[in-house]
């Protein structure tokens, strides 16, 4: 038996318009077969998450997820482009800076495990 504790220290609030959720989620679509064999090699290609903001959410491994959806969203930047929001409220490059601020805050938490 063992005990977890964790404690957490908020370093970022953001908040970005959910016109771009088609854009995240198609990312984030577009890696499940990475995440699969880099993250859960044992799981037969089965990833366990609900969606994209469930994965992120994470406490194990929400930040390589991140990582991974930036890193997609960076790699062809012409493709999500066309997922603009039509009414100008919300788009790429506002889109990867936003994941990239959530990725920066993820990184200075504070986590302390007790087993």
């Known amino acids: 038996m063992s005990y977890t504790i964790r404690i957490l220290k908020e370093v970022h609030r953001g908040n970005y318009t959910y016109n771009v959720h088609k854009m995240f989620s198609t990312a984030y679509e577009n890696i499940l077969d990475r995440i699969a064999s880099e993250i859960f090699p044992d799981c037969k290609g089965e990833v366990y998450f609900k ?27 012409d493709f999500y482009s066309q997922f603009n929001a ?30």
């Open 51 to 77: 969606d994209w903001k469930e994965a992120i959410q994470d406490w194990s491994f929400g930040r390589n997820i991140l990582t991974m959806m930036i890193e997609e969203l960076k790699s062809k930047p």
């Open 86 to 115: 039509k009414n100008g409220w919300g788009n790429y490059s506002g889109a990867v800076k936003f994941l990239e601020d959530a990725l920066n805050a993820y990184k200075e938490d504070y986590i302390l495990e007790l087993s």
